[in-house]
């Protein structure tokens, strides 16, 4: 067997400064979304305009030079810092010698090489069809291409060739497909309410240690790497808190500048995990510059889902790596997830911010209840414990559902 070299794409950074956002942050993040889809950057084409050409996108030279510096640097992809019309594309990749691409696809290619679950593919279909679906007219021969790539990757070619109306039917499949596994999901939540477990929801910039976390804390053996957009598929898993509660802690995809609106809507059945959770923990890379921009953009994210009445936590991760602490106040603590570092902190403040549905009571449980004890050990904090004539006197903290359960053997201490 001999194993066939993967062969990265050169690739040309390109961007019109609008004087919008800061240009050089915009472009390392661009950078980092490009080697994390397989791409090397080797040149950089920036232009200063109040707004970019309607028709093109860069202007008549820059164009000129950036068509030059892809024939000399034998570059293989463009890719524009930017959302482009199916106009501007085309006059794009008409003026340059090689493929264009804009920001929007290249995260959709990277979410396409990433997805793992059939729900997660479902959900990058959906987003690449949708965004590729008001570009269709007069792509002409763009659209069967059928050569590998970055840009290339998810569905295939093959659907971009059908009319409009197969397209279209199949978005409405898709949605139906994903309105299903809302509707699972759902039920899923629903039944860990109805047995007493809270919800707790893992959030965050893209690569802020979101899955390490989750294994640290849980053993989730979840894939865990530094590179952007690792995760994309939910991962739940049991948490057992200090006070003897057990929650439900769930991974859920990163965040990143600029997120396509339909891109949050393909993911929508992802994030309803931050949705419907009752306290949402929002991590930050602490050694990142932009830390306090990637909680801005986490918080709008948030609030564009309806969650900003929920209880959140900043997390501060990666808090081994910086010298200067950040200032924490109210429900901010510092960790480090690798170096499993401040977690008796956190695991207080999650404590602290779910609902009060706990309560400490005195049982007097028959011999015959030794299954209901072994619950109440498992899932509450015991303070004492004795046997007696009667059979076995505990006195535990406990939630919800086992203060329903051991109602008639609650006694006065």
């Keep these: 067997m001999q194993e066939q070299e993967v062969v990265r794409e050169r690739v040309l950074l390109c961007a019109v400064d609008t004087g919008a956002y800061d240009m050089e942050v915009a472009l390392a993040e661009l950078r980092e979304l490009v080697a994390t889809a397989g791409g090397d950057v080797v040149a950089v084409v920036t232009q200063k305009r109040e707004s970019p050409d309607r028709g093109s996108y860069l202007g008549s030279g820059r164009i000129a030079e950036t068509a030059a510096i892809c024939e000399s640097h034998e570059i293989d992809l463009v890719v524009v810092d930017d959302e482009l019309t199916s106009v501007q594309q085309r006059n794009l990749e008409d003026a340059l010698p090689c493929r264009v691409i804009d920001r929007t696809m290249l995260i959709l290619d990277i979410f396409a090489a990433r997805a793992r679950s059939s729900e997660g593919r479902l959900q990058v279909e959906l987003a690449q069809l949708q965004y590729r679906l008001p570009r269709l007219m007069g792509q002409g021969g763009a659209l069967s291409r059928l050569g590998g790539g970055i840009g290339t990757r998810g569905p295939g070619e093959t659907k971009l060739e059908s009319d409009r109306r197969h397209i279209r039917r199949r978005i409405a499949s898709l949605k139906a497909e994903l309105e299903e596994v809302e509707r699972r999901r759902e039920e899923h939540r629903v039944r860990r309410r109805k047995d007493g477990y809270c ?173 209901l004890a072994e619950e109440c050990r498992r899932d509450g904090a015991v303070d004492s414990e004795e046997w007696v004539a009667e059979g076995l006197r505990m006195t535990v903290t406990l939630g919800a559902r086992l203060l329903n359960l051991t109602e008639v053997y609650q006694i006065e201490e």
Excluded: W
């Design 199 to 371: 919800a707790v929801a893992i959030v965050g910039y893209t690569n802020a240690g979101k899955s390490t976390l989750l294994n640290a804390l849980t053993d989730a053996d979840v894939l865990a790497e530094d590179k952007l957009f690792a995760t994309l598929d939910p991962t739940v898993r049991a948490l057992r808190l200090p006070d003897g509660r057990t929650v439900m802690l769930s991974d859920t995809v990163g965040f990143v500048r600029r997120l396509p609106h339909h891109l949050v809507r393909a993911f929508r059945s992802t994030l309803e995990e931050a949705v419907g959770a009752d306290v949402i923990l929002n991590v930050c890379d602490a050694s990142s510059d932009e830390a306090e921009e990637h909680l801005a953009v986490t918080r709008s994210l948030l609030s564009e889902l309806g969650c900003s009445d929920t209880p959140q936590i900043t997390v501060f991760n990666k808090c081994d790596r910086v010298s200067v602490l950040p200032e924490t106040e109210g429900t901010a603590v510092c960790i480090s997830a690798k170096g499993r570092i401040g977690f008796d902190r956190l695991l207080d403040a999650i404590t602290a911010a779910l609902p009060p549905d706990r309560r400490r009571v005195t049982l007097l449980l028959p011999f015959s209840k030794g299954a």
